[in-house]
């Protein structure tokens, strides 16, 4: 049987993406694979949380405090359904882990888009115009760079909540952190959006463009943006394992967010304190999953930036 449709005779849309050079790439990459899968079973985890998780850790009228720090269910003295065990107020580790990914990745994405909207536009800005403003903007990103991004993140998270009330520090602790995370990652993208302009405006299609009367901003999204998006994109993808690691530094450190909004740092923050008294589970499981899910977002951004880049081609 024919996979061509049959008005075109192209090839159906399965064997079309089946045969795309990118599928291609990724079928050739066992630790593009390996990455892949667990980023789908750590993300269908965390979106399917409502569903999958033993217990909803925001439900405190589900809370059992008669079986509090149980361990594992392989460990003795574990007890179904608490299959990785619980804390010291009877939540389940596996359901606070299932929600805390999700308010992580939450994070971490979100993070990302303002880090690589904010740094895409001032890099176009400064790689197109260049002058005064181009100068600013990267001598802006030159003195950030000089600070570790963490310390900027805690400076910007401490700022944001001090001049908060109290009874709002907690309401608007993610969009804190987001915007701490995404400001102190910007210089990166428009670094390197900087610099892809600047080879991108000088060729044949950006000098037509100006001659069929486009104007600036035009031929910055139509023309110029379309061809460095696939840097950005690598970029971005990598830069969610840092803003992951970025949320769970903060939590740990006590300037993220609150215990009552579970996360990947906030858990580890909780449990190393019970670490030391024999009750490693409430630390080891969120720290072994933190370390997959950046461990698997690295690999399919080191496979993407390579897949991408025409060199290699």
């Known amino acids: 049987m024919s996979l061509a449709t049959p008005r075109t005779g192209r090839p159906a849309l399965p064997a079309r993406v089946w045969r795309a050079p990118l599928t291609k790439s990724f079928r050739r990459a066992p630790a593009a694979i390996v990455g892949a899968l667990i980023l789908v079973i750590l ?14 850790p925001y439900d405190l009228a589900s809370l059992d405090l008669f079986a509090s720090r149980l361990p594992p269910i392989w460990v003795e003295g574990g007890e179904w359904p608490y299959i990785l065990g619980t804390d010291g107020q009877g939540a389940d580790v596996l359901s606070l882990i299932l929600y805390g990914m999700r308010t992580s990745l ?23 115009f260049g002058g005064l403003a181009g100068g600013i903007i990267m001598r802006a990103a030159d003195i950030q760079f000089t600070f570790p991004a963490i310390l900027l993140a805690l400076l910007i998270g401490g700022l944001g909540t001090t001049l908060l009330p109290t009874h709002l520090q907690a309401t608007l602790a993610v969009p804190i952190i987001v915007a701490a995370l995404g400001l102190s990652h910007w210089p990166h993208f428009a670094r390197l959006v900087r610099g ?15 001659l069929a009367g486009r104007g600036p901003w035009t031929i910055m999204r139509r023309q110029i943006l379309p061809n460095v998006t696939n840097a950005i994109l690598v970029l971005a993808t990598l830069d969610i394992a840092f803003a992951v690691m970025g949320e769970s530094t903060l939590s740990f ?19 190393y304190a019970y670490l030391f008294s024999g009750e490693w589970w409430l630390v080891i499981f969120p720290a072994l999953t933190l370390v997959l899910l950046v461990f698997a977002v690295n690999l399919v951004g080191d496979w993407l930036r390579d897949a991408l880049n025409p060199r290699l081609r």
């Open 43 to 56: 993300i269908g985890g965390a979106v399917l949380a409502p569903w999958i998780a033993p217990t909803d």
């Open 106 to 128: 939450s994070v971490g994405v979100l993070a990302v888009l303002v880090s690589s909207g904010l740094g895409t536009f001032l890099g176009l800005t400064a790689g197109y």
């Open 196 to 210: 892809a302009v600047l080879v991108e405006k000088t060729k044949d299609y950006v000098a037509a463009a100006r």
């Open 253 to 271: 450190l006590g300037f993220g967010l609150p215990p009552t909004e579970p996360s990947l740092g906030t858990l580890i923050r909780t449990g």
